[in-house]
């Protein structure tokens, strides 16, 4: 079993580069499909999610070759329809793989997804829009069956602004002749990037960003190179750790933008915050003062994937906080880790209330998803003694060897 062993207490110092953003290569990585040229994604994090993407794209019929940083993608010989269930199951972002699939095969079998268990994540969204594209979708057996011989244009209304879904309809629609407007949209910084990933490739779309997206169906894409934005819920880890443990971090290669909704926050605390260009700087002396209020909302609202290590910070602020969890109704599962490092906390349905405590005392806690491990890192940074966390294979999902990061920053963190 792999685990962290923290000696918590020290400040950290130093400079943290921001690699790719996982929610931004996974689907820039199913997305590589849709044509039979080379693709070169630059700036590649190396977690473990992106080894189980090339997994599932070299079961496919996929070659992919690691150079450093780069993915060197080769389509060319795609001809499997089929996503085993074994590693579907690990991955949720497998999902991605149903759109681009059907646009380059025509069909496809995808075993239901998994990932982090922070709650229910129906895909219905996304079935619903493909279908009203004239795709026919059969469930049976744990497995979505699907046909997309008679697609059509179509004007799609979302009953939430899924990323998935919006996502995969993107990738679903980009051969269909005509006009797909896609309307109540998820507005993330990621549903950009893959636009921007598309209409390099020779795509015609538009509107990412909005509540509206419209794709004239082309005939052919081509390969491209390209470089995916800096991973914003990375960033927002290390700004809260760096808040927490006081001292001056300076993250390098972030957008500030993508992560405003934690900066306005941070700015609340006795933090400083300078932003130039590509980096952010920021000082701190330790302990905080509470937050009133964090509701998790659509991007650019606070993000929920942000939401547990935010949690952790309160834990040690001075004062009462309340976080309001509006995305994932089991987020709050990391709570009950964080009380046995000594945080009083409280959960009352999709609110928890935090009254900040003067000290965390290390402990022996468990990472259940990947966001939640990282706030469970973060506690150990700052808890007095030592604190173990174990089942980190959640944190390798999202994180870069986190102990290395940290070490590097003078944290005293090592895996085991």
Avoid: W
Avoid at 85 to 100: P, T
Avoid at 114 to 128: K, N, T, Y
């Amino acid at each position: 079993m792999k685990e962290y062993i923290i000696d918590g207490g020290l400040p950290l110092e130093g400079q943290v580069n921001i690699c790719g953003a996982k929610n931004s290569i996974l689907p820039l990585m199913a997305a590589s499909i849709l044509t039979d040229e080379i693709v070169v994604l630059h700036d590649c994090p190396d977690i473990s999610d992106v080894d189980s993407m090339i997994k599932i794209l070299e079961g496919l019929g996929s070659k992919i070759i690691k150079n450093g940083r780069d993915l060197i993608i080769d389509n060319s010989n795609v001809a499997n329809a089929q996503i085993p269930v074994g590693i579907a199951k690990e991955l949720r972002s497998s999902i991605f793989l149903l759109g681009s699939l059907l646009s380059r095969l025509k069909q496809a079998k995808v075993a239901y997804p998994g990932g982090c268990d922070i709650g229910l994540r129906p895909i219905d969204i996304h079935i619903a829009g493909l279908r009203e594209l004239g795709i026919d979708i059969q469930e049976q057996g744990g497995y979505i069956l699907c046909n997309s011989a008679n697609t059509k244009c179509g004007d799609i209304v979302l009953d939430l602004p899924s990323v998935g879904a919006t996502e995969n309809l993107m990738m679903s629609a980009v051969f269909i002749k005509g006009r797909t407007v896609i309307r109540n949209c998820a507005k993330e910084p990621e549903i950009c990037d893959l636009q921007k990933f598309l209409n390099c490739m020779g795509a015609k779309i538009k509107g990412a960003g909005s509540s509206v997206i419209v794709i004239e169906g082309v005939d052919k894409l081509h390969g491209t190179e390209y470089t995916p934005i800096p991973d914003r819920i990375v960033a927002g880890t290390y700004l809260i750790a760096a808040a927490m443990c006081g001292g001056n971090v300076e993250l390098v290669n972030v957008n500030s933008e993508h992560i405003s909704s934690l900066i306005s926050k941070l700015s609340k605390t006795t933090c400083k915050i300078y932003i130039k260009n590509d980096r952010i700087l920021i000082k701190s002396k330790g302990r905080q003062k509470s937050l009133d209020c964090i509701e998790t909302m659509y991007y650019p609202g606070f993000p929920t994937d942000l939401q547990s290590q935010i949690m952790a910070m309160q834990s040690i602020s001075k004062g009462t906080s309340v976080i309001v969890e509006n995305i994932f109704e089991t987020r709050f599962k990391t709570a009950s880790e964080l009380k046995k490092l000594g945080a009083d906390i409280t959960i009352k349905g999709r609110v928890a209330v935090i009254r900040g405590v003067k000290e965390l005392v290390g402990g022996e806690v468990l990472a259940t998803d990947l966001r939640g491990g990282a706030s469970l890192v973060l506690a150990g940074l700052v808890a007095k003694g030592q604190t173990i966390v174990k089942e980190i294979h959640h944190i390798d999902r999202g994180y870069e060897d986190m102990s290395k990061v940290l070490g590097d920053l003078g944290a005293h963190i090592r895996r085991t």
